[in-house]
């Protein structure tokens, strides 16, 4: 019997995926479309997790001369057997990824850019033992294996590495460079960007620029920075965006290759949570899914089905564009209340677009951080655009967690400074004022956003109002409050101990369109009938409020039974 394939769960290095039995999924088309469609210099730009390395080490694979060809059998290029024997194995190739240069300063991240072209020029340093090269090729090329490599060695270093190269094989070289614009997006948060732009700038305009050594380049990134930031003077320079159909099934997982992934691995049956959790991305004029999701849903459910999904995406960085985007809530209008209602809701805004910033303009303009959140794959397009204007819309309930997350996250800390009015809906809460409990909660929740979850195919409406709930409460010194916690024949939403145990709150909370008293009965009688008190009666709690809270949008009722 066949051993099962591993997902490659963090695996970029394609020839790794191949010889070590790690499932791929076919993507080797690009290379046929990128030959197509020439350019000397191509930028791709996707948000971060879409397959950009992995693709960028396809490349090098298939083009480096001494390369396995077996690495390719099976799969789609192979079948272009006058294109494979082109161009497979037959040019020497520089590759550099840029994406771990995260410095806290210009020093450090300059000294980590060098050792990224130390390590490449380590990988070529058979060029030492060249007989074509002359004593000064090589004293050149020893130059870039030092660490202390001087300010103009290292702005020459890549166009210098092509030169040698093309001298060593006689043969124009391809120059591979990943995730290019991560250093300029760290120094941009940490306030040397004009220092770091003008390395990049150097470092690439030498190397792309009037380079007759070079045969073709590919860089991808996150964004594409402003042409006349570091592009200045490229003529042959092709950009494929997110919103170009040039290429826009390359990165990303279509339809067609998740289920047969899932299919693959015994997962069928959850093709409709994948989907409602890790689709409804557009790239040009196909629909994908994030492939680092669905790749770690799969290497998580193969052995265990039962598991709820995650949000994978949003444990791999941070989430500063969101924040900036919300926290605009309470300060510059950079959106209003209202758009992320619709946005929440899963509805769509329309909005212009400019793909073409800098990161210092980011934050600069109101209207910029929409263009942030669309490239950086926070939102997506629906629909064909209106010139530069987009329908906006949160791709799938993953992000959509993220906003909702964050939203809470704001509102904990407005909450934190409303200390009187906390201290008085706890009081409430504490002394089975229903009615006081309801009003003060209306008041908070016109505070902070409303929902209607029309985004979901399964609801889970009320998870927004149980942490603002639980936002409320962690602020109350000397309570215990548990959530989802295990109790009587279920899990209570929220069970809350007073400082002296002499009280015990239970909470069951419901979202609801219809009957907001019928929907607060319902939740008692679950109180009820789940034996949610029981552990406090073990406890020899004396009294026990149970409340039934049902939210729709901005408005709540609450109802009270105790013993």
């Known amino acids: ?155 020459y270093s890549l166009r210098e590495i092509t030169e040698l190269l093309k001298k060593h094989y006689e043969k124009k070289v391809i120059l591979l460079i990943d995730e290019y614009d991560v250093p300029l997006a760290k120094a941009n948060e940490r306030g040397y960007y004009t220092e770091m732009i003008a390395l990049i700038r150097n470092l690439f305009g030498t190397a792309l620029k009037t380079n007759e050594n070079l045969y073709f380049a590919v860089l991808t990134g996150c964004l594409r920075v402003a042409k006349e930031s570091i592009f200045t003077g490229l003529n042959n320079f092709n950009v494929f965006s997110i919103t170009d159909v040039e290429f826009d099934e ?39 899914y994030c492939p680092w999701d669905v790749i770690c849903y799969c290497s998580k459910h193969r052995k265990n089905k039962s598991l709820p999904p995650q949000n994978y995406w949003l444990n791999t960085s941070g989430n500063e564009v969101v924040r900036h985007f919300i926290d605009g809530l309470g300060g510059q209008q950079m959106i209003t209340k209202a758009e992320m209602e619709r946005l929440i809701s899963g509805e769509t805004v329309q909005k212009e677009i400019r793909q073409e910033l800098t990161y210092p303009e980011l934050y600069a303009s109101p209207d910029h951080i929409w263009s942030a959140l669309f490239m950086t794959g926070y939102l997506t397009q629906r629909g064909e655009p209106d010139g530069n204007r987009f329908q906006l819309a949160i791709p799938n309930r993953e992000v959509r967690n993220i906003f909702t997350e964050q939203i809470i996250s704001l509102f904990k800390e407005t909450a934190a400074r409303d200390g009187e009015a906390l201290k008085r809906f706890c009081d409430s809460l504490e002394q089975g004022k229903a009615d006081e409990v309801e009003r003060q909660l209306i008041s908070y929740f016109e505070k902070t956003i409303s929902i209607r979850d029309t985004f979901a195919r399964k609801p889970t409406k009320k998870n927004f109002y149980h942490g603002i709930l639980l936002g409320i409460l962690g602020f109350k010194a000397g309570w215990t409050v548990t959530s989802n916690r295990e109790a009587g024949d279920g899990f209570s939403d929220i069970m809350i101990r007073t400082e002296d145990m002499k009280k015990g709150i239970i909470i069951e909370i419901k979202y609801t369109e219809a009957n907001m008293e019928e929907v607060c009965q319902k939740a008692l009688r679950q109180i009820e009938e789940k034996n949610y008190a029981e552990e406090l009666r073990r406890e020899g709690v004396h009294t026990i409020l149970k409340y039934g809270i049902a939210c729709n949008r901005k408005n709540c009722r609450v109802r009270l039974r105790s013993e």
């Not at 030492?128 to 294996?145: C, G, N, T």
């Not at 049956?269 to 629909?287: I, L, M, P």
């Open 1 to 155: 019997m066949a051993v099962e394939k591993k997902p490659p769960v963090g695996i970029e290095n394609f020839e790794q995926i191949r010889r070590d039995g790690f499932y791929y999924v076919d993507k080797t088309g690009l290379i046929k479309e990128l030959l197509q469609n020439w350019g000397q210099v191509n930028l791709f730009t996707r948000p971060r997790r879409f397959g950009k390395s992995l693709s960028m080490s396809m490349l090098q694979c298939f083009f480096e001369i001494g390369r396995d060809r077996e690495l390719f059998e099976g799969l789609a290029i192979a079948e272009e057997t006058g294109l494979c024997e082109e161009f497979m194995g037959q040019f020497p190739v520089v590759s550099v990824s840029l994406k771990d240069i995260e410095a806290s300063s210009y020093e450090s991240a300059r000294d980590m850019t060098v050792k990224v072209i130390n390590q490449e020029a380590r990988r070529l340093q058979f060029l030492l033992e060249s007989e074509k090269l002359s004593v000064y090729d090589k004293k050149l090329f020893a130059a870039l294996l030092e660490p202390d490599m001087e300010d103009k060695t290292l702005s």
């Open 250 to 288: 390359y990165f990303g997982f279509t339809d067609t290759e998740v289920r047969d992934m899932l299919r693959y691995y015994g997962l069928e049956d959850s093709y409709e949570v994948v989907k409602e959790w890790y689709d409804g991305y557009q790239f040009g004029g196909v629909e994908v």
